[in-house]
């Protein structure tokens, strides 16, 4: 497998230009659902739903963002 990925072209791979893992392919995803969820219990329980959703960042994903 190593060798195949060897023969890849750089741009195959995420960077700052070509992020792999952005916020619209998370976080609106979530928040989709999300609400979609809430409608429905909203709805059934007749009061209002709050939900907490927390993200974040992993240690080595933060420090190789701090760089660019």
């Known amino acids: 497998m190593l060798a195949k990925v060897r023969t890849l072209s750089p741009d195959k791979f995420p960077d700052k230009a070509r992020e792999f893992c952005s916020s619209d392919q998370k976080v609106a995803k979530i928040r989709a659902a999300l609400t979609s969820i ?4 909203h709805y059934r329980l007749k009061r209002p739903v709050r939900i907490l959703a927390i993200t974040g960042l ?5 420090r190789i963002a701090a760089k660019c």
Request: negative net charge; proline residues 0%.
């Open 38 to 41: 809430v409608d429905l219990l």
């Open 58 to 62: 992993r240690a080595e994903e933060a």
